[in-house]
């Protein structure tokens, strides 16, 4: 059977920056620490008044297009996924295709463009729709190209206002990939919830604590409907799991869920049974609460452990690198976890062809997908030709008061015009507004 995956990825961050424990925390009378050691961030992304969605999408894939040496002809399709979109009915991929089409010889006119929404677990859903249009050799040869794009920006207020986030991830999808290749295996959690929505409106209705946990809950089911497929998940067998990261502090939580799910009936649980004792079985309770007791119990002893904590820091800590300096990019972020674990692999001279990771996709309201992706041979070149440091380290640092001017730039029923705070260079920017009301937008050299 022939290999479908991810040959290349690139990723495009806003180009501006909010200091969480510096700048955030003062503000709001907060202890700094909640922000680095309780959320996990560091600091936020967020477009310059200049960028966008689409600038953001267009920039990553016009990087990627340009290393890989393509030409429009070479792609048969552009999904992008989304939840930041600004239009009903035209999708932000014409937008892209509009985009590229001013850098590349040649157009798009034969490639499949569309947009896909489901919180933040679109970005997985568009790496399936372009993984199975290839596997039905529908393709003719041609790559997908998909790019998560978002603006995560929250109400000023809102509790989610610390984990803002702005940038996107492309990557492209062909036969016989250079990075990863994407397993047949699939595991489902999925269920009609009310934890974040956006009601035809730009910032979020979140119930926050709620939100986390239908994450776990989903999380969980996906995870069980993977192994009724694939067999079960044995925790050294993994090298990374890469999950979708709203903050790391919720990843901190789906990994200790996840550890403990997988070493159940394990030598590891009989290992650890000496130090912190079995894992609570419900057969041996005789009410739920009892045994939700005794679970937190075991997962809070299991926590302090050392070969948790070991585990921990080799297979998921990695994967929050980037994201703990840019905050959450609601459909790139998983995307983006496992950029950071792959970079955090080639820095530590890792040699990570043929091993396994297990990637945990989520969207509010809501869905979980877990699958895995096997780490392709050359996947290092793939990785080395990434910025992602020199991205992070060029973007402005924003005073208080520039956070809270860009913030109103970019919210929808507001009309502010504001300076930009960078200089765009070699990137696509927006350049107004058309007269049906459609945005516009031009390359910078
Ligand atoms: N030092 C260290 N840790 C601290 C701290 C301090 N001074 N102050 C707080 N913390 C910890 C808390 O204990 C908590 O960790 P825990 O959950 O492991 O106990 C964490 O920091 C967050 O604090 P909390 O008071 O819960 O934050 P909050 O109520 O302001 O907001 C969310 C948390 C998740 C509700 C909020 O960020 C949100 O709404 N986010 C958007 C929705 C979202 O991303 N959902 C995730 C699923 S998609």
Known sequence: MTAVGIDAIEVWTGNLKLDLPGTFAPQKGEDPEKYTKGLGLNASSFPDSYEDIVTMAANAAHRLMERKGLEPDDIGRIDVATE??????????????????????????????????????????????????????????????????????????????????????????????????????????????????????????????????????????????????????????????????????????????????????????????????????????????????????????????????????????????????????YTGSVHLARTSALKHALEAGRDLAGETLLVGSYGSGAQAEIHAETVCDGWEAEIEALNVDEQLAARYDMSWADYEQIHDAHNHDMDVDVEEFTAPDAEFVFDGWGRMGERKYRYVD
């Open 84 to 329: 930041s979109a600004f239009d009903n009915s035209k999708p932000v991929s014409t937008y892209v295709a509009g985009c590229l089409e001013q850098v590349f010889d040649g157009d798009f006119h034969h490639a499949n463009k569309g947009e896909r929404k489901f919180a933040c677990i679109a970005g997985t859903q568009s790496l399936d729709d372009a993984y199975n249009w290839i596997k039905a050799g529908r393709n003719r040869g041609r790559a997908a190209l998909v790019i998560a794009t978002d603006t995560a920006l929250y109400a000023r207020g809102d509790a989610g206002e610390a984990t803002q986030g702005a940038g996107a991830v492309a990557m492209l999808i062909t036969e016989e990939p250079g990075l990863v290749e994407l397993s047949t295996e699939q595991g489902y959690g999925s269920a009609d919830e009310t934890d974040f929505l956006k009601p035809n409106q730009q910032f979020p209705s979140v119930d926050g604590k709620r939100s986390v946990k239908v994450y776990l809950a989903r999380m969980r089911e996906a995870l069980e409907d993977y192994e009724s497929v694939a067999g079960d998940v044995h925790p050294d067998d993994l090298a990374f799991i890469p999950f979708h990261t709203p903050f790391p502090g919720m990843v901190r939580k789906a990994g200790l869920l996840g550890y403990r799910h997988i070493t159940r009936d394990t030598a590891i649980e009989d290992d650890l049974a000496e130090e912190i004792g079995r894992q609570p079985r419900a057969e041996a309770f005789d009410d739920e609460e009892s045994y939700h007791d005794a679970l937190r119990e075991y997962m809070d002893a299991l926590k302090g452990t050392e070969r948790y904590r070991e585990w921990y820091a080799q297979t998921i800590d990695p994967t929050l690198e980037v994201s703990r300096e840019v905050g959450n990019w």
